[in-house]
């Protein structure tokens, strides 16, 4: 295990979370390269699923950047169509 390795506190395909920093997976089009926030420069994370943090709507859900609501989300094409309840936090 690496050393960036023992410091992640979560990962899955969307995200990295360190103690330092939140990576966001699949960020910039058309490249699909990453992008790090500091945890200082987030002003809060909201941990549940889409239905308890009121994500419930098409419109407020997009495949890939910012719907009609305050989230970024990662690259997932027809997350808006699914009905996927698998949030599991959102900055």
Request: aromatic share 14%; with cysteine; proline share 4%.
């Given at each position: 295990?690496?050393?960036?390795?023992?410091?992640?506190?979560?990962?899955?395909?969307?995200?990295?979370?360190?103690?330092?920093?939140?990576?966001?997976?699949?960020?910039?089009?058309?490249?699909?390269?990453?992008?790090?926030?500091?945890?200082?420069?987030?002003?809060?994370?909201r941990i549940?699923?889409?239905?308890?943090?009121?994500?419930?709507?098409?419109?407020?859900?997009?495949?890939?950047?910012?719907?009609?609501?305050?989230?970024?989300?990662?690259c997932r094409?027809?997350?808006?169509?699914?009905?996927?309840?698998?949030?599991?936090?959102?900055?």
């Amino acid at each position: 295990m690496t050393e960036t390795d023992s410091r992640k506190l979560y990962e899955d395909k969307f995200v990295a979370l360190t103690k330092d920093a939140l990576t966001l997976k699949t960020y910039y089009f058309p490249t699909f390269a990453s992008k790090t926030i500091p945890l200082d420069d987030i002003e809060r994370i909201r941990i549940g699923t889409d239905p308890e943090l009121g994500l419930k709507s098409p419109w407020k859900k997009k495949s890939w950047g910012m719907a009609f609501s305050n989230v970024w989300w990662a690259c997932r094409m027809g997350r808006e169509y699914d009905g996927d309840n698998d949030a599991k936090f959102v900055a």
